[in-house]
């Protein structure tokens, strides 16, 4: 799996470009607000694939943007191309 800390720096990038706080993604994702806070932080060091699947699901973006699988640089989350609107 993709390094945790990478997965937090994108999970935040990812929330805050759809305009979510942790607590609306937590509500829209139905996952605990410290798995999310603690992997936005750095200070959780694992998940589950199904916790990855369910965030990404909800944040309207695939698994391996979310892990980090994708042709963009690791540390280049500020320039990521624009978001296609959430999917309902």
Not at 16 to 45: F, M
Not at 63 to 72: K, M, V
Request: hydrophobic share 35%; no cysteine; glycine share 12%.
């Amino acid at each position: 799996m993709a390094e945790v800390s990478r997965i937090g720096k994108r999970l935040k990038y990812y929330r805050k470009a759809r305009g979510l706080t942790q607590i609306q993604l937590k509500e829209a994702s139905g996952v605990g607000l410290g798995v999310i806070g603690g992997l936005e932080s750095g200070q959780r060091d694992n998940i589950t694939v199904a916790t990855l699947e369910r965030l990404a699901r909800t944040l309207g973006v695939t698994l391996d943007a979310l892990a980090g699988f994708d042709p963009l640089r690791d540390d280049d989350t500020e320039n990521e191309p624009e978001l296609a609107p959430a999917r309902t």
